[in-house]
């Protein structure tokens, strides 16, 4: 799962005892080398997926690390492609491999745009926020947004009940709660936290009109439903 040149168990460890800034701050110049980053084929389906509901002027990725969803933008975006994220260490290495986007640290929560932008997209980075905090992301992004743009991002199908997937997920939910409650800062990374049902309707009540799209590029389960969906949603 991580290549040679990743981080060691000592790196990893000193990060999972960090404040999420502080972690990824530790984690940016070797985070393309861990299974964290959002895998190119991922970002090459996403990106085709997209295409058909274009044009795109300007596009923002929001928590944009290294800037893996920029190439997505660059690709469909014909105006200024824009990333923000609050780890300086991150917005550093996106800086390296994407010298002409601007890249803005800020909070996704406090976002600091006016409606300007015809796509926004996230990869990987919703995990970092409570539920409580995910209305307040879909407003500031809503209030970023020129009428029509879209918020888009991949959600994978949850693991089913009993899978080795599933097991793994939960074991590692519940690791991170039992540190949360025993040492500070906090690291808030969950993965069962951001459940499509909550999502769909903590975008609708912040103003979207939400679709769903099947990754097809990403394939199909036994039962036929897509492997991941493209949520999009659009400010109305």
């Known amino acids: 799962m991580f290549t040679p040149q990743g981080p060691t168990v000592r790196e990893l460890a000193v990060q999972a005892f960090s404040s999420v800034e502080h972690g990824y701050d530790l984690l940016a110049k070797k985070f393309d080398e861990t299974p964290f980053r959002t895998p190119d084929p991922v970002l090459d389906a996403v990106t085709e997926t997209l295409r058909p509901l274009g044009p795109f002027d300007r596009g923002l990725d929001l928590c944009c690390g290294t800037g893996a969803g920029l190439s997505v933008l660059r690709s469909l975006c014909t105006g200024r492609v824009t990333g923000v994220d609050f780890s300086t260490g991150m917005l550093a290495e996106a800086r390296r491999?994407?010298?002409?986007?601007?890249?803005?640290?800020?909070?996704?929560?406090?976002?600091?745009?006016?409606?300007?932008?015809?796509?926004?997209?996230?990869?990987?980075?919703?995990?970092?926020?409570?539920?409580?905090?995910?209305?307040?992301?879909?407003?500031?992004?809503?209030?970023?947004?020129?009428?029509?743009?879209?918020?888009?991002?991949?959600?994978?199908?949850?693991?089913?009940?009993?899978?080795?997937?599933?097991?793994?997920?939960?074991?590692?939910?519940?690791?991170m709660r039992v540190r949360n409650a025993l040492w500070r800062p906090p690291f808030v990374m969950y993965y069962r936290t951001f459940r499509l049902a909550d999502v769909r309707e903590r975008l609708t009540a912040a103003g979207f009109e939400v679709s769903l799209l099947p990754i097809e590029a990403l394939g199909r389960r036994e039962d036929g439903s897509p492997r991941c969906r493209l949520v999009v949603a659009r400010k109305a």
Not at 108 to 114: E, Q, S, T
């Open 97 to 175: 491999s994407h010298p002409k986007a601007t890249l803005i640290r800020a909070d996704a929560l406090a976002l600091p745009f006016a409606p300007a932008f015809d796509l926004a997209v996230s990869f990987g980075a919703f995990g970092h926020f409570l539920p409580a905090e995910q209305s307040g992301l879909f407003a500031r992004t809503h209030a970023s947004l020129r009428p029509g743009g879209l918020l888009a991002f991949p959600l994978p199908a949850p693991p089913r009940v009993g899978s080795l997937p599933y097991w793994t997920l939960l074991g590692f939910d519940v690791t």
